[in-house]
T-cell receptor, first 119, second 110 residues
Framework: SQTIHQWPATLVQPVGSPLSLECTVE??????LYWYRQAAGRGLQLLFYSVGIGQISSEVPQNLSASRPQDRQFILSSKKLLLSDSGFYLC??????????????????FGNGTRLTVT | AQRVTQPEKLLSVFKGAPVELKCNYS??????LFWYVQYSRQRLQLLLRHISRESIKGFTADLNKGETSFHLKKPFAQEEDSAMYYC????????????FGKGTKLSVIP
C-alpha cells in the first residue's frame, strides 16, 4: 500500500535561519507531489506542485522554494526564514491513471504535516 | 479561474440534528468535487467524491451544476463528526491541482 512520510512533525527556527522539510512517498511511482500551507480561516494554500523529477511549479511568490531530487521525494526549503513563514505545512501526493473514459486524477493523500514556528 | 466558497467558518449543531455544510464553486468546465475531513490530531483525509455517489459515515453530497453547489449533508449528527471539513474542486483529468475552500469547523454539541 502507498504511504507518505513527512518530517519533522514540529520545528522551531529563528528568523534568518534556513529551512528544509522533507516528504517521501512509498508504494507508488511517478506521483504528483504537492506542498500546501494550512492556516486557520484561510484554508489550504497551494505553494508548489511537481509532476516529475526536477519539475516544480510555484503558485505564490514567497520566501520558499521546492525541489524534487528523486521521483518520490519532495523538499520544501528556505534560505532565510521570515516570521511570516510560521504555519502548518502539508505534503500530499496523488496518482494519475488511465480509465475507460481517459485519464483521471486520484484524490489527494496528505502527510501528517509540519508545524513550523519562526521566532 | 476556479474558486471554492465555504460560507461558514464554524457550524454548531446538537447531536441528532441534521447537518448541512455548504460549498459553492465557480468553474466553467465539468469539475470533480471532493469533501476532505480533518479530525482532531489526525491527518487530512478524503471523505467522499461526487463521482462515487456513495455515503460515507452517513454523509452524502450531491453535485448541483445548476446552482454550482456541492453541499455535504447528514441527517443525524454524531459527536464524532466534530472536525474540520474542506470542499475541493478538481478541474478534471489532466489538471494538476485541487482548489480548496477555506474550511468549515463542525462542532456537534452533546
Amino acid at each position: 500500500s502507498q504511504t507518505i512520510h513527512q518530517w519533522p512533525a514540529t520545528l522551531v527556527q529563528p528568523v534568518g535561519s534556513p529551512l528544509s522539510l522533507e516528504c517521501t512517498v512509498e508504494g507508488t511511482s511517478n506521483p504528483n507531489l504537492y506542498w500546501y500551507r494550512q492556516a486557520a480561516g484561510r484554508g489550504l494554500q497551494l505553494l508548489f506542485y511537481s509532476v516529475g523529477i526536477g519539475q516544480i511549479s510555484s503558485e505564490v511568490p514567497q520566501n520558499l522554494s521546492a525541489s524534487r531530487p528523486q521521483d518520490r521525494q519532495f523538499i520544501l526549503s528556505s534560505k532565510k526564514l521570515l516570521l511570516s513563514d510560521s504555519g502548518f505545512y502539508l505534503c500530499a501526493w496523488r496518482s494519475r491513471g488511465q480509465g475507460l473514459r481517459g485519464s483521471y486524477n486520484s484524490p489527494l493523500h496528505f502527510g501528517n504535516g509540519t508545524r513550523l514556528t519562526v521566532t | 479561474a476556479q474558486r471554492v466558497t465555504q460560507p461558514e467558518k464554524l457550524l454548531s449543531v446538537f447531536k441528532g440534528a441534521p447537518v448541512e455544510l455548504k460549498c459553492n464553486y465557480s468553474y466553467s468546465g465539468s469539475p470533480e468535487l471532493f469533501w476532505y475531513v480533518q479530525y482532531s490530531r489526525q491527518r487530512l483525509q478524503l471523505l467522499l467524491r461526487h463521482i462515487s455517489r456513495e455515503s460515507i459515515k452517513g454523509f452524502t453530497a450531491d453535485l448541483n451544476k445548476g446552482e454550482t453547489s456541492f453541499h455535504l449533508k447528514k441527517p443525524f449528527a454524531q459527536e464524532e463528526d466534530s472536525a474540520m471539513y474542506y470542499c475541493a474542486l478538481d478541474s478534471g483529468a489532466g489538471s494538476y491541482q485541487l482548489t480548496f475552500g477555506k474550511g468549515t469547523k463542525l462542532s456537534v454539541i452533546p
